[in-house]
């Protein structure tokens, strides 16, 4: 079936890089998708790519795919304590149920100062 | 403003009553969605709509019932019936079924 894995937790010290990780299992995936939810709010749509491409850059966050290995990173350059959150990756899944994205667990990130 | 909202932020329930949590969307889009996320869980994905007067089933749709009158409006209500209804519970929108999902900011039930 259809899953989306992340690892849960991610530390790091501000001003790094954040490198969140996320497989795949769908090859039909189009779309590609990460979100950021901050403690007891919504998910915010942060970037998605298209399965063609390789790359997506948007300021400090740059987007990797690796269609043959179905692995997506999401990686924030100087990150800002601000930055701590939860990160959901997700794909666009044409089985299953309609209209359906998959989601992971979410990889929970911490800045420490 | 354009934006999706949801109310109440937070509800509190007594066992065997239902509840119904509102969704309402400005961004004129066709299709909507509701998930549940618990602790530590990514979103299992509850009802979803794909236009007005239409909806269908997600994964997790047992004790739940929803209604889609208005292109606007997408309230869900937590039945009796939903054996374990304490989570927070998301509400989302697209232009169209499979279209990019825009989220609500969440009603967090909790059941005493």
């Known amino acids: 079936g259809e899953d989306v894995e992340q690892s849960l937790f991610l530390s790091v010290r501000e001003g790094d890089s954040s490198v969140i990780n996320c497989t795949y299992t769908?090859?039909?995936?189009?779309?590609l998708y990460w979100y950021k939810q901050e403690p007891g709010a919504g998910l915010q749509l942060l970037t998605y790519?298209?399965?063609?491409?390789d790359m997506k850059q948007d300021q400090r966050l740059t987007v990797l795919l690796n269609k043959k290995d179905k692995h997506l990173s999401l990686r924030i350059a100087d990150t800002q304590t601000g930055d701590s959150a939860i990160y959901f990756c997700a794909e666009k899944n044409y089985g299953g149920s309609q209209g359906n994205l998959i989601f992971g667990k979410g990889t929970k990130l911490s800045v420490k100062p | 403003d354009g934006g999706i909202t949801q109310s109440p932020k937070y509800l509190f329930r007594k066992e065997g009553q239902n509840v119904t949590l509102s969704c309402e969307q400005n961004l004129n889009h066709d299709a909507m969605y509701w998930y549940r996320q618990d602790p530590g869980q990514g979103l299992r994905l509850i009802y979803y709509?794909?236009?007005?007067?239409?909806?269908q089933k997600g994964d997790i749709a047992e004790g739940y019932s929803v209604s889609r009158e208005k292109k606007e409006s997408f309230p869900l209500t937590v039945t009796s019936a939903q054996k374990n209804p304490t989570a927070f519970y998301l509400c989302?929108?697209?232009?169209?079924?499979?279209?990019?999902?825009?989220f609500g900011p969440g009603t967090r039930l909790t059941v005493l």
């Open positions: 989302a929108s697209s232009w169209q079924l499979r279209d990019t999902q825009y």
């Open positions: 709509s794909q236009i007005v007067n239409d909806f």
């Open positions: 769908d090859s039909s995936s189009t779309y």
């Open positions: 790519i298209f399965s063609n491409m």
